[in-house]
Nanobody, 123 residues
Framework: QVQLVESGGGLVQAGGSLRLSCTAS????????MGWFRQAPGKEREFLAG????????YYTDFVKGRFTCSRDNAKNTVYLQMNSLKPEDTAVYLC????????????????WGQGTQVTVSS
């Protein structure tokens, strides 16, 4: 059983940056692809970014390309989401996820989820 804990959320002004972290325990981190999602009030959860087990491949949804970067440090059992040029519409709860398949993560049905961290972007 893999446990995921996100951190790094908070309040930031539009145009600012935040780096989210997600630390895993309870499994062999390097076996898993990792992903980031977000859910805003009244909206469906949406895929943002995913990275394979080694970090050699990453994928992004179109509206975050060029602004968000996903990376991982297998020695620290941690995946990161660097978010730049933040906009008020980026306000949401951000969740990380783990699965042995990056395809499954992109499809929105990974095996493991974190509890999420709130990101609020003020205008």
């Amino acid at each position: 059983q893999v446990q995921l804990v996100e951190s790094g959320g908070g309040l930031v002004q539009a145009g600012g940056s935040l780096r989210l972290s997600c630390t895993a325990s309870g499994g062999t981190f390097s076996r898993y692809s990792m992903g980031w999602f977000r859910q805003a009030p009244g909206k469906e959860r949406e895929f943002l970014a995913g990275i394979n087990w080694s970090g050699s491949s990453s994928y992004y949804t179109d509206f975050v390309k060029g602004r968000f970067t996903c990376s991982r440090d297998n020695a620290k059992n941690t995946v990161y989401l660097q978010m730049n040029s933040l906009k008020p519409e980026d306000t949401a709860v951000y969740l990380c996820a783990a699965d042995t398949s990056l395809v499954t993560i992109k499809g929105g049905t990974p095996d493991y989820w974190g509890q999420g961290t709130q990101v609020t972007v003020s205008s």
